[in-house]
């Protein structure tokens, strides 16, 4: 099986701006968690999907959003970028189990820039 | 509040040594545990995990890990380190209490592992 995809790897923004990252989770896979890593707050949960439907949300302002899609690949979008908005955002995947605590496997990240 | 915690931010052990790098937890009920490793500019990959049964756990690269509930503690092991292992690890849990807990990991702060030659 193909593992979790996310686009773009890379991306440079100025403040002020929005941006939308793109996560594809493994095949079968209806569960799509969100974090975002910066080296003094480490991995925080920003959010997750589960069948097009936020489940669950992390402490981060309403700037980050995001939506999941039929297809289970999920997108997230911040807007009104911020200088520490700049992080490694991380997508994980997982079966989304009920009431059963999933394994979660990780893409390989988007490395957003804010300047 | 629902916790998990790495004491040491950075270890240095040499090639061929062991290896124990450790991780505390604190939540209401046992949680679910994971060790999780990342290289430089990569995403996280998953090396062992603990849900139930057996305390001691196996997984990849060698790693083994053994659930302690007295001390909570689930700390990750090696017999003898090898260079590649150079690389940040991560310990997480879940709490397993369905709703505010889905898809929530809750991630120690990490542990930067140096292996000198």
């Known amino acids: 099986k193909a593992g979790v995809t996310q686009t773009p790897r890379y991306l440079i923004k100025t403040r002020g701006q929005q941006v939308t990252l793109s996560c594809s989770p493994i095949s079968g896979h209806r569960s799509v968690s969100w974090y975002q890593q910066t080296p003094g707050q480490g991995l925080q949960f920003l959010f997750e999907y589960f069948s097009e439907t936020q489940r669950n949300k992390g402490n981060f302002p309403g700037r980050f959003s995001g939506r999941q899609f039929s297809n289970s690949r999920s997108e997230m979008n911040v807007s009104t970028l911020e200088l520490g908005d700049s992080a490694l955002y991380l997508c994980?995947?997982?079966?989304?189990?009920?009431?059963?605590?999933?394994?979660?496997?990780f893409g390989p990240g988007t490395r957003l820039t804010v300047l | 509040a629902q916790s998990v915690t790495q004491p040491d931010i950075h270890i240095t052990v040499s090639e061929g040594a062991s290896l124990e790098l450790r991780c505390n937890y604190s939540y209401g009920a046992t949680p679910y545990l994971f060790w999780y490793v990342q290289s430089p500019g990569q995403g996280l990959q998953l090396l062992l995990k603990?849900?139930?049964?057996?305390?001691l756990v196996q997984g990849i690269k060698g790693f083994e890990a053994e659930f302690k509930r007295s001390q909570s503690s689930f700390n990750l092991r090696k017999p003898s380190v090898h260079w590649s292992d150079a690389a940040e690890y991560f310990c997480?849990?879940?709490?397993?209490?369905?709703?505010?807990?889905?898809?929530?990991?809750?991630f120690g702060q990490g542990t930067i592992l140096t292996v000198h030659p």
């Open positions: 603990y849900f139930s049964g057996d305390t």
């Open positions: 997480a849990g879940d709490s397993n209490a369905g709703g505010t807990s889905y898809g929530k990991l809750t």
């Open positions: 994980a995947s997982s079966p989304g189990l009920a009431q059963v605590a999933d394994t979660q496997y």
